[in-house]
């Protein structure tokens, strides 16, 4: 009884996250792209890989238990570009800050989301290749 | 200003000369008609696709849809430059094609639930690797004509072709072994460069939406230039076994890159360890799951 109603308490609180964010358009098989979350927790590994660089991290709910989470950027290679815009592989480190706004996977459950809008340390990053990020962020 | 109208000209006739003297044997000289002489023969150089990145025959709901939505971008609109067509498939085909469940396109899946070959680093093989890429930086072909052989480079999976131009035969089909790229020869038919395949594995697929062949297919490339910096494309395969009759690709127009030489090259390999842990933690929602 305890553990369906800890099942319906996360439930509703994603639906809380989500519902109101309901506002783009667009179609995907991996994401909702009609909907947005957005996370505050504590990078874990940034992984500047091939096809899409990736970001993990771990999130504290409310009752402070550690959900680790993933998402994803932009294929490598304008990842690359943005680098010339301003930050390297180097500007994500594990035990930064991190609070990102990402639309959430498709799947019910899985604690991965699609990046959108990323500030680490309190500074924004650009996203996309030719962008740049709300604040001046200068490559450290 | 009456000194700068031959200096020009004298400059133009250096540039094409100097084009000239770069390429495989011509014989047709430089184009006079346009305000710009190039080589048409002069195919060397790395080019960005400029055309819509869809499906072989550039049928709705492709690559480029996909991407857009990767970078919170609307889809560009659809240039349709040029006539679609379904593919003509024959019984075997269809089935075929209804068995490859590939990772993107109009009917893109989950990697988990599809089998397309790029979720293991299997090579695109040709043609994919000239149907399959998808806009952005991803899309550079690079081309080098040398003495008897044409090099074809693809960013996307660093990965080349060869085209015998040395004058050879293409062997028959019953005497090859399937290879990944086939095997190909070119030759120029006036200003076109025609480029005929066969051998081809069948493991790989046409395009980024699924499209099969077997390994009986044949396949004949024509690539053009348009002007100094335009490329154009078009492809039709043979294969009987799963399309009823010729199958011809939509145009396919390549853009040089001016400044192509000057950057680096991006590496853009296929890492198998990267992309199984990308697949299993990220598309497929593992992150949070013990592992």
Redesign the interface.
């Given at each position: 009884m305890k553990r369906q109603c800890l099942l319906l308490f996360a439930c509703w609180t994603v639906l809380l996250i989500c519902v109101p964010a309901m506002a783009h358009h667009?179609?995907?098989?991996?994401y909702e792209?009609g909907k947005t979350i957005t996370l505050t927790g504590t990078v874990t590994e940034f992984?500047f890989?091939?096809?899409?660089p990736?970001l993990?991290f771990d999130v504290k709910d409310a009752t402070g238990t550690v959900?680790?989470?993933?998402?994803?950027f932009?294929?490598?290679?304008?990842m690359?570009?943005n680098m010339n815009a301003g930050w390297s592989r180097d500007s994500i480190k594990r035990g930064d800050a991190v609070t990102i706004t990402c639309n959430p996977?498709k799947?019910p459950?899985?604690?991965?989301c699609?990046t959108?809008e990323l500030i680490i340390n309190g500074k924004p990053l650009a996203?996309?290749?030719g962008a740049q990020p709300a604040v001046g962020n200068k490559k450290e | 200003m009456a000194m700068r109208v031959p200096g020009v000209a004298i400059g133009l006739l250096i540039i094409s000369v100097i084009g000239l003297s770069q390429t495989a044997p011509s014989g047709t000289g430089a184009h006079t008609k346009t305000a710009t002489p190039f080589d048409h023969r002069n195919l060397t150089g790395k080019y960005h696709r400029e055309s819509e990145f869809q499906t072989y025959s550039n049928v709705p709901g492709g690559a480029n849809e996909l991407q857009a939505f990767l970078l919170g971008q609307a889809p560009a609109p659809r240039k349709l430059n040029v006539p679609t067509e379904e593919a003509p498939f024959t019984a075997a085909g269809q089935a075929a094609f209804d068995k490859n469940i590939p990772s993107y396109g109009r009917r893109i899946t989950e990697p988990k639930l599809g089998n397309d070959p790029q979720g293991m680093c299997d090579p695109w093989g040709v043609p994919r690797m000239l149907n399959g890429q998808v806009a952005g930086p991803h899309s550079t072909l690079e081309l080098l004509q040398t003495p008897g052989r044409t090099f074809m480079f693809s960013e996307w999976h660093h990965d080349y072709r060869v085209i015998y131009t040395d004058g050879r035969k293409l062997p028959a089909l019953d005497e090859v072994e399937p290879r990944w790229n086939g095997y190909s020869v070119g030759q120029w038919e006036g200003n076109t460069f025609v480029v005929k395949s066969l051998g081809f594995d069948e493991r790989t697929w046409l395009d980024h939406n699924g499209y099969p062949h077997t390994d009986q297919m044949q396949l004949e490339e024509r690539y053009r230039k348009l002007d100094a910096d335009t490329l154009e494309l078009t492809e039709t395969i043979t294969d009987p076994q799963y399309y009823s009759r010729p199958f011809k690709s939509d145009r396919k127009i390549w853009k040089l890159i001016k400044d192509g030489a000057k950057g680096w090259d991006e590496q853009i390999y296929c890492v198998p360890s990267e992309e199984f842990k990308f697949n299993k933690l990220i598309r497929d929602g593992g992150a949070g799951k013990p592992q």
């Open positions: 667009g179609t995907s098989v991996t792209t992984s890989s091939y096809p899409h990736q993990y959900q680790h989470w993933g998402s994803e932009g294929p490598t290679p304008l690359m570009k996977h799947t459950g899985a604690t991965v699609l959108k996203l996309t290749a | -």
